[in-house]
């Protein structure tokens, strides 16, 4: 009986030490910048930022580069809102949105937070064309005026 429970015993784990090691995730880094890109219908990309000074200038600079022949119109809407009790973010009179009927665009809006804070500005882009849905594009900082 004590041979048999041996052998039973020393089985498991063999069997443990086998499938432990094929368990084990395997991983490899990225470089940061792989040169990645998502493929969009309409548009080539994007590029957005967003800051503020220490007056209270919140700056928002926007471009899309669409395809000659394909794209059509981009809608480009700036929304701002502020943190409150330190976990919510409400609405300001702080919004603007334009439509372009061009294939590139690019430009800066201005807005003059009222108050000391933290503002999470989110630039949304909406872009038509030929090529197919329409691309949503998305881009939100966070950015704090204490001065």
């Not at 039973?8 to 910048?33: K, N, Q, R």
Request: proline share 3%; with cysteine.
């Amino acid at each position: 009986m004590k041979q048999h429970l041996r052998t039973i015993f020393t089985l498991a784990l063999a069997l443990c030490l086998l499938v432990v090691p094929f368990s084990l995730s395997v991983s490899a880094a990225l470089p940061e910048d792989n040169g990645v890109m998502p493929c969009y219908n309409n548009t080539f990309g994007t590029d957005s930022s967003a800051n503020i000074d220490g007056i209270g200038k919140i700056s928002v600079a926007f471009s899309y580069d669409g395809y000659e022949g394909v794209t059509t119109h981009a809608n480009i809407d700036i929304k701002i809102e502020k943190r409150t009790l330190g976990i919510f973010w409400s609405d300001t009179d702080m919004n603007w949105n334009q439509t372009y009927y061009s294939v590139s665009k690019s430009g800066e809006r201005n807005f003059l937070v009222p108050s000391t804070g933290t503002f999470r500005v989110t630039l949304t882009y909406t872009i038509y064309g030929s090529g197919g849905a329409a691309d949503v594009v998305t881009y939100q900082q966070e950015l704090t005026y204490n001065p």
